[in-house]
C-alpha cells in the first residue's frame, strides 16, 4: 500500500534533515515550511501522517489539528518540539497527537513513530472503505428488503417476518435472499455484525 509523510517545520535545516532520513527509508515525503502551505493542498487519499513542528511563526501545532478536524481530516499527528513541558504534551495526547517528540529528535525514534502512524493510518484507510462500501450496499437495499432486514437481524423466523410484513413466506424468502446477496453477507451473524457497524435498529414484530 502506497503511503505519503507530511513534515511541517519552519527551520529548513531540522525539515530538510528529517525529510532525508525519511526518504532514506523509503517514505514519499512532503515538506513544508508553514502551516498554510501545508492546508491549502489536498492531502493524498493513500493513508499518511503528519510530522508537525508544534512551535510555527503563524499559530502552534493545536492550530493545525483544529483545521484538519474542522475539514473532516484525520490522520496520526506526530508533534515536535524544541522545548515541550507536561501540559503541552498531555493536550497534545488528549487532542488526538500519535506522538509527542522533542529536539534533538532521535533518528531511531522519529522512524519508530512514522512507522506507527502510517500502520494506523492503514487500519483507518481500510475501516473508512469498508464502511464507504457496507453504506452503499445497504443503500442498494429497496424499502421492502430495509424491513426485511430489520426484521432479521431482530431474531424472526421467515414465517415470522411473512406474518408482521403481510405477506407470504415465499415472498419474505426472496427479500431475505435478495437482502443477503445485496449486503454479501453469508449468513445471519454476518448479517448482524454488519447492520450493528451501520448502527441499524432492529425491528420488532408486528
Same mark, same amino acid.
Given at each position: 500500500?502506497?503511503?505519503?509523510?507530511?513534515?511541517?517545520?519552519?527551520?529548513?535545516?531540522?525539515?530538510?534533515?528529517?525529510?532525508?532520513?525519511?526518504?532514506?527509508?523509503?517514505?514519499?515525503? +512532503?515538506?513544508? %515550511?508553514? &502551516?498554510?502551505? *501545508? /492546508?491549502?493542498? @489536498?492531502?493524498? =487519499?493513500?493513508?499518511?501522517?503528519?510530522?508537525?513542528?508544534?512551535?510555527?511563526?503563524?499559530?502552534?501545532?493545536?492550530?493545525v489539528l483544529d483545521a484538519l478536524e474542522k475539514k473532516g481530516?484525520?490522520?496520526?499527528?506526530?508533534?515536535?518540539?524544541?522545548?515541550?513541558?507536561?501540559?503541552?504534551?498531555?493536550? +497534545?495526547?488528549? %487532542?488526538? &497527537?500519535?506522538? *509527542? /517528540?522533542?529536539? @534533538?529528535?532521535? =533518528?531511531?525514534?522519529?522512524?519508530?513513530?512514522?512507522?506507527?502512524?502510517?500502520?494506523?493510518?492503514?487500519?483507518?484507510?481500510?475501516?473508512?472503505?469498508?464502511?464507504?462500501?457496507?453504506?452503499?450496499?445497504?443503500?442498494?437495499?429497496?424499502?421492502?428488503?430495509?424491513?426485511?432486514?430489520?426484521?432479521?437481524?431482530?431474531?424472526?423466523?421467515?414465517?415470522?417476518?411473512?406474518?408482521?410484513?403481510?405477506?407470504?413466506?415465499?415472498?419474505?424468502?426472496?427479500?431475505?435472499?435478495?437482502?443477503?446477496?445485496?449486503?454479501?453477507?453469508?449468513?445471519?451473524?454476518?448479517?448482524?455484525?454488519?447492520?450493528?457497524r451501520l448502527h441499524i435498529v432492529k425491528s420488532q414484530s408486528?
Amino acid at each position: 500500500m502506497n503511503h505519503m509523510v507530511y513534515v511541517i517545520d519552519d527551520d529548513d535545516s531540522v525539515r530538510h534533515a528529517m525529510v532525508r532520513l525519511l526518504q532514506s527509508a523509503g517514505y514519499p515525503v +512532503a515538506e513544508f %515550511a508553514s &502551516a498554510e502551505a *501545508f /492546508l491549502i493542498q @489536498p492531502l493524498s =487519499p493513500q493513508p499518511c501522517c503528519l510530522v508537525l513542528d508544534m512551535n510555527l511563526p503563524k499559530g502552534d501545532g493545536f492550530y493545525v489539528l483544529d483545521a484538519l478536524e474542522k475539514k473532516g481530516q484525520q490522520l496520526p499527528i506526530i508533534f515536535i518540539t524544541g522545548f515541550g513541558t507536561i501540559p503541552m504534551s498531555v493536550r +497534545a495526547m488528549k %487532542a488526538g &497527537a500519535h506522538e *509527542f /517528540l522533542t529536539k @534533538p529528535v532521535a =533518528p531511531d525514534d522519529l522512524l519508530r513513530a512514522v512507522g506507527e502512524g502510517l500502520l494506523k493510518a492503514e487500519k483507518n484507510h481500510r475501516f473508512s472503505s469498508e464502511q464507504s462500501d457496507l453504506t452503499q450496499r445497504h443503500q442498494s437495499l429497496t424499502p421492502r428488503e430495509r424491513e426485511v432486514l430489520g426484521l432479521a437481524i431482530g431474531g424472526l423466523l421467515i414465517k415470522q417476518i411473512a406474518r408482521a410484513l403481510g405477506v407470504s413466506e415465499i415472498t419474505a424468502k426472496v427479500h431475505k435472499r435478495r437482502v443477503m446477496e445485496k449486503m454479501q453477507t453469508r449468513s445471519l451473524a454476518d448479517l448482524v455484525r454488519a447492520a450493528e457497524r451501520l448502527h441499524i435498529v432492529k425491528s420488532q414484530s408486528r
